[in-house]
T-cell receptor, first 114, second 113 residues
């Protein structure tokens, strides 16, 4: 079992839809959780960064963490064609000598159709 | 520069040749990371630098891979005797502090024929 599992999709939705992206993980030492967006042939860029269980909202994006279930989600409201990209979850520990190292999911390819 | 700069953006090479990939991090960023992104795979950690030191080289796939960083700035990832399985996008990232937000470059796309 990989440390981080993410459904690669692809996911295709109409403009205006609510999108739900998810990752599960097996390492209970993961404490910091991130979502990155990667446009085609570009580097990943940080979208959301969370530490505690619960929800964090930033504009149309909401990140949700459930540490008891080892499950994280990213919700996109009122999705736009410009949201079409690959979304990668990433996480890291808070202790030990390797807490700089991010472990990534494989990414979910999202297409928002106008 | 304003962001992380990587070169070359694309590299096609023949099996058995050596390649060098360069990363110029954001000015003042002390931490530098190399990741590899293969088709259908997530980002795979390769190596981490704090200043010019590499405390963690555990992600390097084999002894054909090496990396260095000089002057606390530019880093070079070298792949010797390239193999077809080395074909991937090699991403560099930097951060201002240890454990801080990573800023990624656009990557160097390596194709080994």
């Amino acid at each position: 079992q990989k440390e981080v599992e993410q459904d690669p999709g692809p996911l295709s939705v109409p403009e205006g839809a609510i999108v739900s992206l998810n990752c599960t993980y097996s390492n209970s030492a993961f404490q910091y959780f991130m979502w990155y967006r990667q446009y085609s042939r570009k580097g990943p860029e940080l979208l959301m960064y969370t530490y505690s269980s619960g929800n964090k909202e930033d504009g149309r994006f909401t990140a949700q963490v459930d540490k008891s279930s080892k499950y994280i989600s990213l919700f996109i409201r009122d999705s736009q064609p410009s949201d079409s990209a690959t979304y990668l979850c990433a996480m890291r520990t808070n202790s030990g000598g390797s807490n700089y190292k991010l472990t990534f999911g494989k990414g979910t390819l999202l297409t928002v159709n106008p | 520069g304003a962001g992380v700069s990587q070169s070359p953006s694309n590299k096609v090479t023949e099996k058995g040749k050596d390649v060098e990939l360069r990363c110029d991090p954001i000015s003042g960023h002390t931490a530098l990371y190399w990741y590899r992104q293969s088709l259908g795979q997530g980002l795979e950690f390769l190596i981490y630098f704090q200043g010019n030191s590499a405390p963690d080289k555990s992600g390097l796939p084999s002894d054909r891979f090496s990396a260095e960083r000089t002057g606390g700035s530019v880093s070079t990832l070298t792949i010797q005797r390239t193999q077809q399985e080395d074909s991937a996008v090699y991403l560099c990232a930097s951060s201002s502090i240890w454990g801080g937000e990573l800023f990624f470059g656009e990557g160097s796309r390596l194709t080994v024929l």
